[in-house]
């Protein structure tokens, strides 16, 4: 495949118009590296179609010039999915943000791509549904990019991920095929669930254009605490605790005294409780009468008073979340960070942790490791500062030391390019073999997102 020959720019415009064809670096810089400033290049163009019929002409012109296309929807993802590698042509599903009307009788609705998940929210405040997925990047992250990379966030353990939500898909192949599947229909076994395959696959597979999706009751009485614990043997037994005990349970985080030091530093906030812990728990309940009742009874033998702290209106449940979700703002204000995002059986969460930091020590003496993430999943972000952006020591200890405690690699911010090489770390032979088989048999000419997800064949 080569890079955009200017036929090729002129053909666009034809199809997008000359003011959605971004040409002069000043204007495509914004699309050409991810959040974490660790991943990107220079795109050829930036392509921003206004809807699926565009994105399909932009498609075929880019796949009969051999030009590889970068399908990006807000740019907030942290593996390099979304951003060119050198050359690409990004198209980007930004204007497809169409929030359709909220189907009462079936608890869904029909989103464009291109929609972000802060936007979907507000088009629901009042509608009496919610979406059962949410995490800290809502007002950048699309419904589209949250889709391809089958994105997860705090309620996974109450709702499930972005694939527990997509009740149906439309998506344009490089074959220039739609696939459209978006009556909503709760069950429909006719033949392979193409949609399905396509969620999660970065890119790789087709471009997503828009998205029936599911939607969930929402639960008027919400009610967050935040718990100093001693350790993470602590923090797991009252999860275990929450989990038998409170049905209400709608999200479990997990936190360090280190990276909260940086959120307070960060932020100028107050120290949470009376005194410092070594670990935070920040638990949330939400339920149609208030759980305030469920979350005490919870709580109670395991917590004591004066080691929590718990909030009812939603300004301090707010107050509470802050400290957690600034956890990544206050670390990239740090340098540019190594952030794993692994998933351990909860049974292997503490065993890994009593490794980590010696493990990524031996591989980098200058890292410093802080850890966070979504307790209830056994997912913890493992963010490594000090090590330079190309130095992938520490990242690769890491992984391997959760392939020992028999982890995945990737819990929900997908492959991209930061995780391709180390694929094998917790996918078999056989079954990357069979992922490169869908790819070319979906992709022939390679022109969807290429070094992306799949391990460079060398
Ligand atoms: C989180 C969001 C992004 C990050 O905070 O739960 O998944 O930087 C992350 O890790
Ligand atoms: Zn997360």
Known sequence: V????????????????????????????????????????????????????EVAAVLAACVAARVPVVPQGGNSGLVGGGVPTGGEVVLSLARLDSLGPVDTAAGQLTVGAGATLGALQRHLSGSG?????????????????????????????????????????????????V?????????????????????????????????????????????????????????????????????????????????????????????????PFPVYVLIECAA??????????????????????????????????????????????EGIPHKLDVCLPLGELAPFLDELHARVREAAPVARTIVYGHLGDGNLHVNVLGPAPGDDAADEAVLRLTAEHGGSISAEHGIGVAKARWLHLSRGPGEIAVMAAIKRALDPAGVLNPGKLLPPTD
């Open 2 to 53: 080569d890079s955009a020959p200017p036929r090729l720019a002129q053909e666009l415009a034809g199809v997008v118009g000359a003011a959605h064809v971004l040409a002069d670096p000043e204007l495509t810089a914004g699309y050409e590296t991810d959040l974490t400033g660790r991943f990107g290049g220079p795109a050829s163009l930036v392509v921003r179609p206004g809807g699926a019929a």
């Open 129 to 177: 549904w919610a979406f059962g997925v949410d995490h800290g990047g809502r007002e950048v992250a699309t419904l589209g990019g949250m889709a391809a990379t089958n994105a997860g966030g705090a309620n996974v353990l109450r709702h499930g991920s972005m694939r527990a939500q997509v009740a149906g898909m439309e998506a344009v192949l490089a074959s220039s095929d």
């Open 179 to 275: 696939i459209r599947r978006m009556s909503g229909a709760i069950k429909d076994n006719a033949g392979l669930d193409l949609p399905g395959l396509l969620v999660g696959s970065e890119g790789t597979l087709g471009i997503i254009t828009a998205l029936r999706l599911r939607l969930v009751p929402a639960l008027p009485a919400t009610v967050t605490a935040l718990a100093g614990v001693e350790d993470v043997r602590a923090a797991l037994a009252l999860l275990d605790q929450l989990r038998r005990a409170a049905p209400s349970l709608h999200a479990v985080e997990l936190f360090h005294r280190d990276g909260l030091e940086l959120v307070i530093r960060r932020r100028r906030l107050p120290d949470p409780l009376p005194r």
């Open 288 to 333: 149609r009468q208030d759980p305030l009742d469920e979350l005490a009874g919870a709580l109670g033998g395991v917590v004591s008073e004066d080691d929590v702290v718990v909030a009812a209106d939603t300004a301090s449940r707010r107050a509470l979340w802050e400290y957690r979700e600034a956890h990544n703002e206050a670390i990239n204000a």
